[in-house]
């Protein structure tokens, strides 16, 4: 029973590259959740899909930044002209809306490096 | 004010020692509350929801005062491996978690 699934777990970009992280929900989620974990901070939330719906973006960054959940495959973040403040750890978490309470799993993060 | 408040520590326990944290939220409209535990800036892993009625996990015990806003985690009889960040959580109108910044526990021999 395969958790959370996300890759590459490091990722080294140059400025002005692109960097695309790509995560695969638990077995039977439907809903994706991406955070990011900047150096020495908290976990801050950045958008929650689900499949072929962007349903909360109230935390993406307005430029450069894309997210999608298409109806096959991962859900994808995708970081244009990457900067050096986009170094971070980003945690992708999934969930299935059962009952009450939504609980997130997370998968183990891609950790970018823009050098 | 942060929405989520969170002493960072680190707290610096002997083994066995009992050890409890808070976690104070300013969203009276938050709904639900959970504690995850992080390592060495791995993945959040959930350690448990918090309820209002308070509820136990083994050495683990979790209570939400939705009076006074605030969660609270309670370990007793440390063991080293309980050495990591604990991270309070909560949701309020969405999915979306807002966590704090997280209280660094360090248990030692």
């Known amino acids: 029973n395969a958790g959370v699934m996300q890759n590459p777990r490091h990722l080294v970009r140059r400025r002005g590259q692109e960097a695309r992280l790509r995560c695969s929900p638990m077995k039977g989620h439907s809903h994706v959740y991406w955070y990011r974990q900047l150096p020495e901070e908290g976990l801050k939330f950045m958008v929650y899909?689900?499949?072929?719906?962007?349903?909360?973006e109230s935390g993406m960054p307005k430029e450069r930044f894309s997210a999608e959940f298409p109806k096959e495959g991962p859900s994808i973040l995708r970081i244009q002209q990457v900067v050096r403040g986009d170094s971070a750890a980003y945690f992708c978490?999934?969930?299935?809306?059962?009952?009450?309470?939504?609980?997130?799993?997370f998968g183990p993060g891609t950790r970018l490096t823009v050098l | 004010r942060k929405e989520v408040e969170q002493d960072p520590g680190p707290f610096n326990v002997p083994e066995g020692a009992t050890v409890a944290f808070n976690c104070t939220y300013s969203n009276s409209a938050s709904q639900s509350f959970f504690w995850y535990r992080q390592d060495c800036r791995k993945e959040p892993k959930l350690l448990m929801s918090?309820?209002?009625s308070g509820n136990e996990d083994g050495r683990f015990t979790a209570q939400l005062n939705r009076a006074s806003q605030y969660i609270s985690l309670l370990i007793r009889d440390s063991k080293l491996s309980d050495s990591a960040t604990y991270l309070c959580a909560l949701t309020g109108g969405g999915n979306k978690l807002t966590f704090g910044t997280g209280t660094q526990l360090k248990v030692e021999l």
């Open positions: 899909l689900q499949k072929e719906n962007i349903i909360d």
């Open positions: 978490a999934s969930s299935q809306l059962a009952g009450d309470v939504d609980t997130q799993y």
């Open positions: 918090v309820y209002s």
